[in-house]
């Protein structure tokens, strides 16, 4: 099972969690974890929409997918999300995604926590129960 913030895709990859951001134009899904800052064409199928930016950008895909690529260049250089900084539960992707969410004004002060409860827990509870009626 996969988890996308969707045109922010998080993504969770069992057995190990991941999250990540997709771009609907270029459709590249970047990701931050042992191997830094990563952009790779969009492989990931069955995935779930966990925040959907389309709204926040008035339907503007052009402009979301800038955003994106702008934040992860910036970031590229400032050397913030570099693979040597990765720490699996400390510095990993999931604050890659809740950065991203600051640079666009999204929520500025979203905790893994709290993105996890308002957001995650709720999207997981309704695949579980999608999946046990199939």
Do not use: A
Request: with cysteine; hydrophobic share 35%.
């Amino acid at each position: 099972m996969q988890y996308f913030i969707r045109d922010v895709h998080p993504v969770v990859l069992p057995p190990n969690p991941s999250i990540s951001m997709r771009e609907n134009v270029r459709r590249v899904v970047t990701s931050f974890w042992t191997n830094g800052v990563v952009s790779e064409k969009d492989t990931w199928h069955n995935c779930v929409v966990l925040v959907d930016l389309r709204p926040y950008f008035f339907e503007n895909m052009e402009n979301l997918d800038n955003c994106i690529e702008f934040f992860v260049e910036t970031e590229k250089m400032t050397k913030r999300f570099h693979k040597s900084k990765y720490r699996e539960t400390t510095w990993n992707c999931f604050d890659f995604i809740l950065e991203f969410l600051k640079f666009i004004n999204f929520r500025s002060n979203y905790s893994k926590i709290d993105f996890s409860r308002e957001v995650s827990t709720k999207k997981v509870q309704n695949v579980v129960k999608y999946c046990t009626f199939q």
